[in-house]
């Protein structure tokens, strides 16, 4: 559009569309004294506007058609969906426009979404699988934004006002910022219904994501009375514009997919050491990361160790039909993705911020290059003895 904003979708032969805005902010554009504003900007966007007031009347507009709302904030975005029959678009569109262009932040509602922001960080500090991440983010970010939790600390939350919260929202939340996706089965003049829709959105110019160094890697540790440990180790890789970002991806299935990746095998199938084993790949628009996670008695973190650094070993010397079936479960997963519109919308939005949302419709493509060579070389060159990790450890 005109005023910068950008409009992508996928039509579909389908009874339902989601329609989802995504703007090009999160964490990663924080400061530690702001850390969790654009995650607290989510919550209030849905306490009310100028047509609407509080949360439940907003949901229930959507709730009422058996509609789905509901958004999140990551390091680099945060998206706004809605997904619904698609006979009520127009309800869609209009309710989601409102809800990004024309909130109010009502005082009336402000300090009680703090208390719920509040109450999340204490839920995320007590359980260890939530917590083991924000040690993690810390252990291979360290000082960077990209180490700072997404919903922020309770000094920074506790001390945010309204002003704060709305300038915050007013800076980002502007048109070149945005990504509206759609996908499903909506009308013939759909776009030109959003570009209406949107066509009053604020015009500003975006600002980027800051420019800085990543730290060497550190290992946190936390004890706590409980009966098992949990372990997560990793690396830093590379961006989703990197070619080998497609390698990091097949890695990932060759290791960690559901219950045949090699490590599941390893850890938990052939030496019962583990109950949850598993590996997780991010490739964002900035950085990616690698991590191998489980959970088990603190005794064994050595002998885990040994065997992830074993499988990280065969990676060098893998077979044919190894490469396969890790490519054949990534081509599948992604076939499984297209039967959801929000997956999808959530997709075309993603790769337009990378770069371009046609590169969607490539990744298949991608995968099927990646090669035995490939593999070995980015094995080599990645999963050295300098990696991050974060341990919670139960006490004796």
Known sequence: MNNGLTIVSKQMDSPIVCLQV??????????????????????????????????RAISNEIEAIGGDINAYTSNQRTCYYIKVPREHFMLALNLLSDLVMQSVFPDKYLEKERKVILKEINLHRDEPRS?????????????????????GTVKA?????????????EQHYVAESMIVSVAGGFPGDAIKRIEHAFGGCRESKMSGFPKSSFPVYTHLNEKRKMNNSYFV???????????????????????????????????????????????HHDALKEYGYLAIYLNTHKKHFDTCLSVIFAEFKKLE??????????KGFLMGQY??????????????????????????????????????????????KFF?????????????
């Open 131 to 151: 917590h083991q991440w924000v040690l993690f983010q810390r252990a291979l970010f360290g000082t960077h934004a990209a180490g700072r939790a997404t919903y």
């Open 157 to 169: 939350v506790s001390g945010m006002s309204r002003e704060d919260l709305f300038a915050f929202y």
């Open 22 to 55: 995504t703007v090009k902010t999160g964490s990663d554009q924080e400061s530690l004294e702001n850390n969790g504003i654009a995650h607290f900007v989510e919550h209030m966007l849905f306490e009310g506007t100028e047509k609407r007031d509080g949360a």
């Open 384 to 396: 050295t003895r300098d990696y991050a990790m974060a341990t919670i450890e139960q006490r004796e």
């Open 233 to 279: 180790m990793g690396y830093r890789t590379v961006a989703r514009g990197d070619q080998d970002s497609y390698v990091f991806d097949v890695i990932r299935s060759i290791l960690g997919r559901g219950q045949s990746g090699a490590i599941f095998e390893e850890i938990r199938n052939k030496r019962g050491l583990a109950y949850e084993v598993g590996v």
């Open 335 to 380: 076939v499984l993705d297209q039967e959801d519109t929000q997956s999808i919308a959530d997709g075309l939005a993603f790769w337009e911020m990378v770069k371009d949302a046609r590169l969607a419709d490539e990744y298949l493509k991608h995968i099927s290059h990646v090669t035995l060579k490939d593999i070995a070389r980015v094995a080599k």
């Open 317 to 326: 010397h893998l077979s044919q039909e190894e490469l396969d079936d890790a």
